[in-house]
């Protein structure tokens, strides 16, 4: 077995006691409660934007207050004044760069998720969006659209490159090793996703990694070499 498969399967034995109390939820390959529980597909989309550079706490709280105002329609937020909303989601930062991100989502959309979702140019479109990067592009394409693409988040990388999966260059190459080693399942990349991110947040740190507690540690390379060292 590949050091991806042998991952997968150790994040697949952890994935209840660790990732739902750092929002994720473990479902069905293509619902959209995998993202905290959220109910659809657009609020994950808007979630995505208002996540940038916040706690996933302040997004799971503005995500439920716009949802109770219906405004996680993205037919609703076509045209929406910017100022209303960016006082509507003020508690996430940044609130009128990505009230106006959310706005221009809604429009490049025309409304309609599923329609930019199954668009071939779905990604440049996304990435047409200023302020929507590549990782904040590809979660959308793979949580909200359910479209076979890794988000080669920093995070998930120093995970990997430290277990000792061969991850070098910029983005795309990360993106496109990382997808090469995966089996072609929606269920394996989010699972693989939800489970590097909450791992390199709660171990994996930049610096300090906490190998004697991470659940990675008898596979992980960098673990073996800090343990040898220390003998
Ligand atoms: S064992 Fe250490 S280096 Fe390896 S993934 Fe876990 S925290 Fe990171």
Redesign the pocket.
């Known amino acids: 077995m590949s050091i991806v498969g042998y991952l997968l399967k150790e994040i697949e034995r952890i994935k209840g006691n660790l990732l739902p109390s750092y929002g994720w939820m473990p479902s069905e390959p293509s619902s959209p409660r995998w993202w905290g529980g959220f109910e659809t597909e657009e609020e994950i989309a808007i979630a995505a934007v208002l996540v940038q550079l916040t706690t996933w706490n302040n997004v799971d709280r503005t995500v439920a207050s716009l949802r109770r105002e219906g405004l996680t329609e993205l037919s609703r937020l076509m045209e929406y004044d910017i100022d209303r909303l960016a006082e509507k989601i003020r508690g996430v930062g940044f609130a009128v760069e990505k009230a106006r991100r959310i706005v221009k989502l809604a429009e490049i959309s025309k409304g309609d998720l599923d329609g930019l979702c199954s668009s071939q140019d779905a990604r440049e479109r996304l990435l047409g969006v200023r302020g929507i990067g590549r990782e904040t592009a590809d979660t959308i394409l793979l949580f909200a659209c359910n479209r076979l693409v890794f988000p080669a988040s920093r995070l998930g990388v120093r995970?990997l490159s430290?277990?000792g999966v061969e991850v070098h260059g910029g983005y795309e190459v990360w993106r496109r090793t990382i997808e090469e080693g995966l089996p072609p399942s929606l269920y394996d990349y989010k699972l693989m996703h939800a489970g590097l991110v909450t791992?390199a947040k709660v171990?994996?740190?930049r610096s300090k990694?906490?190998?004697r507690d991470?659940?990675?540690?008898r596979l992980?390379a960098?673990?073996r070499r800090?343990s040898r060292s220390r003998a």
Not at 214 to 217: E, I, M, R, T, Y
Request: net charge positive; charged share 15%; hydrophobic share 35%.
């Open positions: 995970v430290r277990v791992i171990y994996c740190k990694p906490r190998c991470c659940p990675l540690s992980c960098y673990a800090a």
